[in-house]
Every structure is written in C-alpha cells, then in structure tokens.
C-alpha cells in the first residue's frame, strides 16, 4: 500500500504562486507515475493536471501548461507541483496521486482557491 499526503494549498489571488508538496510513504519501490489531478466544485470526474514518470518524464493538461511544473525529490519521496500565474478556474481539490502497474493511490487533497 502506498499513502500520500498533500500540502501547500490555499487561498491566493488571481496572478499568484502556490507550491503543492506530496509526501509518499509505504510500498513506493512499486510506483512508477506520480502525478496531480483537480477536481472541481460540482463535477464528478477528476482531471490530469501534470504527471511524472520515474524516469522524469512530464506530461501536462493544456490549460496548465507554462504555468505549471511538476517535479519529484526521489530521495525525499516528494513530487511537487509549482503553480504560477493563477487563474480563477484552477480553483479546485487538487489531489496527489501514485501509480504502480496498474493501481491508483490517492492523496486526501489540498483546497485551492483562487480569489480575483
């Protein structure tokens, strides 16, 4: 079993920073993708926001992309993800989440708001 704790979020203003930290702990020798999805108020589904690979490899949703950036500390066991130029719209539960072959770990999730 792989456990996942986020931190970081908050309440920022339209244009501002926030730093998301993920802690993971347990079987992490068995995941092989970290990565952050969102979920927003009255949508069921959450969505991508960016993924790492083992290999450091990144992937990110369109809407994030340039402001965004993900990265990992393996010795820590820490993925991170930097938001800057906050909108309005990445207001969401942002959620840390682990793969390893083909099953899915998640975070309890982090509240961030974004205020104009």
């Known amino acids: 079993q792989v456990q996942l704790v986020e931190s970081g979020g908050g309440l920022v203003q339209v244009g501002g920073s926030l730093r998301l930290s993920c802690a993971a702990s347990?079987?992490?020798?068995?995941?092989?993708?970290m990565g952050w999805y969102r979920q927003t108020q009255g949508k069921q589904r959450r969505e991508l926001v960016a993924?790492?690979?083992?290999?450091?490899?990144?992937n990110y949703a369109d809407s994030v992309k340039g402001r965004f950036d993900i990265s990992r500390d393996d010795a820590k066991n820490m993925v991170y993800l930097q938001m800057n130029s906050l909108k309005r719209e990445d207001t969401a539960v942002y959620y840390c989440?682990?793969?390893?072959?083909?099953?899915?770990?998640w975070g309890q999730g982090t509240q961030v708001t974004v205020s104009s």
């Open positions: 989440n682990a793969i390893g072959g083909t099953t899915y770990h």
């Open positions: 993924a790492i690979t083992s290999v450091g490899n990144t």
């Open positions: 347990g079987s992490i020798f068995s995941i092989n993708v």
